[in-house]
């Protein structure tokens, strides 16, 4: 079955400096999302993008991040001068369809973002 | 107040046990998500739900729409059930809204 693959699978890096996270979604999806879970709390919606530009995004999206699909089949996460709170797991996930014509999502491994 | 809420948020019991994990919401939703996190952190989609009532192997999701609320079942429980099990809800174009999970945990 086909599967939402994220790298690395841990990233560790010092407070300040960028980090891009990556994602390869299913290869015949269209929308594609990124969720973060902070150790010990609910998982939470970051950004969703369609048809190459973000379709919604949360508070916690602001101008440090930003999303990207940079040849057709990766999706990343860029996080602009990290700080010690963005430390969490990072989730991608990928869709077939939309808006009110609902399909499932389908979460890659995540990626483990550790800021010192 | 959470848009989606769960209970309980800790859960054990003995293996064969049958096992309800709640979730209530308190917003208009497109459908809603069962979804099971493992140890390991990764997440898999169990069902996703608008009306009526799901069944996949030993699991069951219903959910009753004018009541906001939904339940998964396990049915024969397993040790190997053990993990967060997550309710989720779409709003508008696929945003998942989560709750704060159930942690099942299945002794032998």
């Known amino acids: 079955e086909p599967e939402v693959t994220q790298t690395p699978s841990h990233q560790v890096t010092q407070m300040g400096q960028e980090v891009i996270l990556r994602c390869v979604p299913i290869?015949?999806?269209?929308?594609f999302y990124w969720y973060r879970q902070i150790l010990g709390q609910k998982v939470e919606f970051l950004v969703s993008?369609?048809?190459?530009?973000?379709?919604?995004k949360s508070e916690i999206f602001d101008d440090q991040f930003s999303v990207e699909r940079p040849d057709g089949s990766n999706f990343t996460l860029k996080i602009r001068s990290t700080k010690l709170e963005d430390s969490a797991m990072y989730f991608c996930?990928?869709?077939?369809?939309?808006?009110?014509?609902?399909?499932?999502?389908?979460f890659g491994d995540g990626t483990r973002l550790s800021i010192l | 107040k959470n848009e989606v809420e769960q209970s309980p948020q800790n859960l054990t019991a003995q293996e064969g046990e049958f096992i309800t994990i709640n979730c209530s919401y308190s917003?208009?939703?497109?459908?809603l998500h069962w979804l099971q996190q493992h140890p390991g952190g990764g997440i898999v989609s169990l069902f996703m739900?608008?009306?009526g009532k799901k069944k996949h192997g030993r699991l069951i999701a219903t959910i009753n729409i004018q009541e906001k609320h939904s339940s998964l079942h396990i049915t024969a429980s397993h040790p190997r059930d053990s993990a967060v099990y997550i309710c989720?809800?779409?709003?508008?174009?696929?945003?998942?809204?989560f709750g704060q999970g159930t942690r099942l945990t299945i002794n032998p």
């Open positions: 993008f369609y048809n190459n530009e973000i379709s919604e």
């Open positions: 739900l608008s009306s």
């Open positions: 996930a990928s869709s077939r369809t939309g808006g009110w014509g609902n399909q499932p999502q389908h």
């Open positions: 917003v208009g939703i497109s459908a």
């Open positions: 290869s015949n999806h269209l929308y």
């Open positions: 989720a809800a779409s709003k508008g174009a696929q945003k998942l809204v």
